[in-house]
């Protein structure tokens, strides 16, 4: 037996707007949304989707509405890699004029990635150039 990863999940005050935001930074379709959630997918899992094994098709992000702020340090995060065809401080510029803040959670001056945090603080990371 193999599990799908169905979905990551995160919290939000204000789950819709995150939702439009994460779906402009990353170029995914906002699939649903009600005053509960709002549910992004990448735009080929629609197309591939039906094409796939159950356990192939590619996770979502549910923003799901809540009361509270975020506090603290995110223990789960993402990451994040352009292609080695892009430019990767361009694509860190346009996270940034999209709303995203570059943020230090102790990561030293000499890593090889760039910690940010998005409208609501949820940490992510972009990485090092890569091929695949």
Not at 17 to 31: D, F, K, N, S, T
Not at 111 to 123: C, F, H, I, M, Q
Request: aromatic share 10%; with cysteine; net charge negative.
């Amino acid at each position: 037996m193999t599990l799908r990863w169905y979905s990551t999940v995160i919290e939000s005050t204000d789950h819709r707007a995150l939702a439009r935001w994460w779906a402009e930074a990353l170029g995914w379709e906002v699939m649903f949304e009600d005053d509960e959630e709002a549910v992004l997918v990448p735009p080929w899992a629609r197309e591939l989707g039906p094409k796939l094994s159950f356990e192939q098709v590619p996770p979502g992000l549910v923003f799901v509405a809540v009361e509270h702020e975020k506090r603290g340090k995110n223990r789960l995060h993402l990451d994040f890699a352009p292609h080695t065809s892009q430019d990767r401080g361009a694509e860190i510029g346009r996270l940034i004029a999209l709303g995203a803040r570059r943020i230090d959670i102790g990561q030293g001056p000499d890593v090889s990635w760039e910690v940010l945090a998005d409208p609501d603080g949820n940490e992510f990371c972009v990485l090092s150039s890569r091929d695949q």
